[in-house]
């Protein structure tokens, strides 16, 4: 039983346009969400991530929105660029508790 | 430079045979996790441990076994109990798990069974 999904196993965007990564949870005691971006052969580095008290946060290109009501978080990237082809996770936790990662969704950014 | 090392990148293992995925962090982490990652999949966790001398199985436990005798160090054998050994496995560390902070991950470990 999944309790973070991520429905869309890949995503192909025009360099320049946007990317709209989502992300759907059942558990709602999660209080805490984080997008990891990994390549083939290596560990996946943290991007950003937002707490439960929040709606949105932003860092550069990124911003991830979270929807309590709805259990969704998506993570936007503006401008997309081919070196954001990457495996996209989603995480989250429950205060005390250990990370609940996502199957990941892999993004293509065409020149 | 701190950081969370994993080593061996790739490590090859004959059938039958136990073997010892290293992890080591110099971010004064208390916590520390393993987990494993098959293609097309997620990240499944392996064992975890808060602290020193202690540690809990995750959800895929069975034929892996795990030590924490120092902060910084928190190995991984893989024993020849484990039915499917071949994948990526990814090592983490974090603060506390009661504070809102993120994992590192090291750089993984690709095991192969020949």
């Known amino acids: 039983d999944q309790q973070v999904k991520q429905n869309s196993p890949s995503l192909s965007v025009q360099e320049g346009r946007i990317s709209i990564l989502n992300c759907d949870y059942t558990n709602s005691m999660f209080d805490y969400f984080l997008w990891y971006k990994k390549y083939p052969a290596e560990g996946p580095t943290f991007l950003i991530s937002?707490?439960?008290?929040?709606d949105k946060n932003e860092d550069g290109r990124f911003t991830v929105f979270l929807n309590k009501s709805a259990k969704h978080l998506s993570l936007h990237i503006v401008p997309s660029q081919p070196g954001d082809s990457a495996v996209y996770f989603c995480?989250?936790?429950?205060?005390?508790?250990?990370?609940?990662f996502g199957p990941g969704t892999r993004l293509s950014v065409l020149p | 430079d701190g950081g969370i090392t994993q080593s061996p990148k790739y490590l090859f293992r004959k059938e039958g045979q136990n073997v010892t995925l290293s992890c080591e962090q110099n971010l004064n982490h208390d916590a520390m996790y393993w987990y494993r990652q098959d293609p097309g999949q997620g990240l499944r966790l392996i064992y975890y441990?808060?602290?020193?001398?202690?540690?809990q199985k995750g959800d895929i436990a069975e034929g892996y076994s795990v030590s924490r005798e120092k902060k910084e160090s928190f190995p991984l054998t893989v024993t020849s109990a484990q039915k499917n050994p071949t994948a990526f496995y990814l090592c983490?560390?974090?603060?506390?798990?009661?504070?809102?902070?993120?994992?590192?991950f090291g750089q993984g470990t690709r095991l192969t069974v020949v």
């Open positions: 441990s808060q602290i020193v001398n202690d540690f």
């Open positions: 983490a560390s974090s603060t506390r798990q009661g504070m809102n902070t993120e994992a590192f």
């Open positions: 995480a989250a936790r429950v205060y005390g508790q250990n990370f609940v």
């Open positions: 937002i707490s439960s008290i929040k």
